[in-house]
């Protein structure tokens, strides 16, 4: 490996934050929660125990010495054209980072971090899932500094001192779109993200001494507490009135306590949720316009990268946003993980989490250069509703039918008319439901991007631009070849199949999907 030029000021290189070592201390901490949990929760310290206290002690010990020693090792030089590092204890390593490999800049600032006026800082490219570097803890400032650097911003370094810039020419930044609270309540409203934070609070009250349990839950658990005020107040206590309103009471409280974290997760994740927009000279990093987002209350979280290094717009569109004329405009870079939103999503992975139509295809255009306000789709296959309602109502049919004989059987012909009435209901409102999928469903193909859009309760619409088109594939299952239908997949260039969103048109009249399937083969554009 050739060694770059490094700045004649800086021969033994920049060290992080003198207060590293402390955050690195941190992390591998949080690394060891679970089975800190784990030995607090389902273990009990005796008397004669001390010498569990003197093994973590002598661990603890041994992580600071650690994280001490890696952070003083540490070292980075900032070149014209690259990032050098080097780090490691034991196994030491030299790594240059390209200013045209980065693909996108993120940050995270806990509420540490800002007390100290820190920054950690993720340099990723579309290599993988990790980032190409990591700085753990930076000074603001510097921090600053360095990604006016990688975007490519004329910064001279004065000589006696590094991390302060003398003179910047720094690109004008523009706030584009802010998100209020009121509109982070409605995400709340929409999403279903505190399923997972009342999940796992349910699990830790069960797994304590506040909910009481075995004798002492008779008299006091909450179902008890429901049944004796629905006998006293609404005057039922037996039968299947008493049953159905149980569960009416249950599904009401479910849904307001999901309701609840959901609304208190998002405006905790993105509070104060800023887009910016620069317009910087061209360099490695990108063509000019560079797209940078922040948000986050207690921890501010974040990334910039340039316009054209989008691999993937996504524009939320489902039943539940409908109903509040919403939209969520999500943005897939290489090397982000896309499948979770919480802490393996690093930079940016939205655009806006919520959004009106219009403002929601403002920022589609002004990412891809791609209007909305004209755009008509290509459509399916004229049958291709009936072959997604075909399985579901199969499925569902083939229960109901079971569930009628053993009605029938038991000699309770009233409930098994019932659920025969249910299936034919059911069944009018599935095939509408998959009519209406079928019909707003379809593909576009512009002489930059391809659009697709499939869905109905979760609808969903993805602009790809066809330079990160990796390969295509059109593909017939032995249903399709019987209909003359096709599905035409797309792969982009992700960095990994498991970041990239699912792109494919399926239903497709088998000569559409010839015509697609040629078209995104042609490199014309």
Not at 121 to 131: C, D, Q, V, W, Y
Not at 405 to 426: D, E, I, P
Request: charged share 15%.
């Amino acid at each position: 490996m050739s060694a770059a030029p490094e700045p004649r000021n800086t021969n033994t290189g920049e060290t992080l934050h003198a207060l590293s070592w402390l955050f690195v201390l941190i992390a591998q901490l949080l690394n060891l929660i679970g089975p800190i949990l784990l030995v607090l929760v389902a273990g009990r310290m005796r008397k004669d125990d001390g010498w569990q206290a003197m093994v973590a002690l002598i661990a603890a010990l041994v992580l600071s010495a650690y994280s001490l020693f890696y952070t003083r090792t540490f070292r980075f030089w900032v070149t014209a054209d690259e990032l050098i590092i080097k780090e490691g204890l034991f196994n030491r390593t030299l790594r240059h980072v390209p200013f045209a490999r980065i693909q996108n800049v993120a940050f995270r600032q806990t509420l540490l971090h800002r007390i100290f006026g820190v920054v950690e800082l993720n340099l990723e490219s579309g290599a993988g899932t990790k980032p190409e570097a990591k700085m753990t803890v930076l000074p603001l400032l510097r921090a600053r500094l360095l990604q006016q650097q990688i975007r490519g911003a004329v910064v001279q370094m004065p000589l006696d001192d590094p991390a302060q810039p003398s003179a910047a020419i720094s690109p004008t930044e523009v706030l584009v779109h802010q998100v209020s609270t009121a509109e982070l309540l409605r995400l709340g409203l929409i999403s279903n993200r505190g399923m997972v934070l009342v999940g796992s609070a349910f699990y830790f009250l069960s797994q304590s001494n506040l909910i009481p349990s075995g004798r002492d839950a008779r008299g006091h658990s909450l179902f008890n507490t429901i049944s004796h005020w629905l006998r006293d107040s609404v005057g039922v206590a037996h039968g299947p009135l008493f049953w159905a309103a149980m569960i009416a009471l249950w599904f009401v409280m479910i849904v307001l306590v999901v309701r609840v974290a959901s609304m208190l997760l998002a405006v905790i994740t993105f509070h104060d949720f800023k887009l910016y927009v620069t317009s910087a000279p061209v360099s490695a990093f990108g063509h000019g316009q560079q797209l940078r987002v922040e948000h986050g209350l207690s921890t501010r979280q974040g990334g910039s990268t340039s316009a054209h290094r989008i691999v993937c717009l996504l524009l939320r569109d489902g039943l539940l946003y409908r109903w509040f004329k919403r939209q969520s405009v999500e943005v897939v870079l290489p090397g982000n993980s896309h499948d979770d939103g919480s802490k393996n999503a690093r930079g940016m992975r939205y655009l806006s989490p919520i959004s009106r139509p219009d403002v929601a295809n403002d920022l589609i255009e002004l990412a891809s250069g791609i209007s909305f306000k004209q755009l008509v789709l290509n459509p399916l296959h004229v049958r291709a509703w009936r072959r997604m309602v075909k399985w579901p109502l199969l499925i569902v049919g083939v229960q109901v039918l079971a569930l009628i004989v053993f009605l029938a059987t038991h000699q309770h012909v009233s409930a098994a008319l019932m659920m025969l009435c249910f299936y034919v209901g059911f069944s009018f409102w599935m095939v509408r439901c998959y009519q209406r999928s079928a019909a707003v469903s379809g593909y576009q193909l512009t002489p930059t991007h391809c659009i697709i859009r499939a869905g109905y309760f979760s609808q969903c619409t993805h602009i790809l631009p066809r330079r990160e088109v990796q390969s295509v594939t059109l593909s017939q299952s032995p249903f399709d070849r019987r209909s003359h239908m096709a599905t035409v997949a797309i792969d982009l260039c992700a960095g990994s199949a498991f970041e990239t969103p699912h792109a494919a048109v399926h239903y497709l009249a088998i000569k559409d999907a010839r015509k697609l399937a040629a078209s995104l083969r042609l490199k014309t554009f």
